[in-house]
């Protein structure tokens, strides 16, 4: 009979890789283990091997990442929607900072890659939903600009989760997502406001 596999040891083990690359420390099978409580036969029960470990981790990643994002209630407001959904990202990088540096590695592959995905069609959403508002100018891109949204997240996640700024820079999204919104056509003050508020929701 086939023993149930515990998901308690699985995130054991991706959250154990995940601080031992922080820490630049070398992961191997028997470093990984170590300290655990559990055999190395647990890496092959739940993940075929250390290349089947690699690629969920990186998805794990996501896989949070998403759960945030999900999290966002969509409001009247979709200018605030979309500054809450770069703060909610703000919010996941900093409760995952070994996920976070592994998520963009790219020498990993996705076990899937909807969940990655998914965070550019969310701020995608947002920004068609501002364009019906008449927030956004009609010949905005909403790729693009969902693009350029994600880049001042990703830029500001990576210098403070990761990185050697301290907390108080994540304040500078509010000045840099109104000038970029701004530009897409929103009012300077409104936009503003939006901005504040979506982005003190969770960064």
Sequence with gaps: MARTKDPAIRTLLLDRAAQMLRM????????????????????????????????????????????????????ADPVRDLA??????LANALENPDLYRVMFDAGFDLEDTTAADDT???????????????????EVDPLDLATQ??????????????????HQTLAHG????????????DDPDRCRQSVERGWGSGA
Excluded: C
């Design 24 to 75: 630049r420390q070398p992961v191997t099978l028997r470093a990984l283990v170590d300290g655990t409580g559990v055999s190395t036969m647990a890496v092959y029960t739940y993940f075929g091997g250390m290349d089947g470990l690699w690629k969920a981790l990186r998805q794990e990643g996501f896989t949070r990442l998403a759960d945030k994002l999900a999290a966002v209630e969509p409001s």
């Design 84 to 89: 809450a959904l770069g703060a909610a990202y």
């Design 149 to 166: 949204s994600w880049t001042i997240g990703h830029g500001l996640a990576s210098l403070v989760a990761t990185g050697p700024l301290p």
């Design 174 to 185: 509010v000045p840099m997502l109104t000038a970029l919104f701004t530009s897409a056509g």
């Design 120 to 138: 550019l069609h969310r701020l995608v959403h947002a920004i068609d939903r501002a364009k019906t508002n008449g927030r956004f100018r009609d």
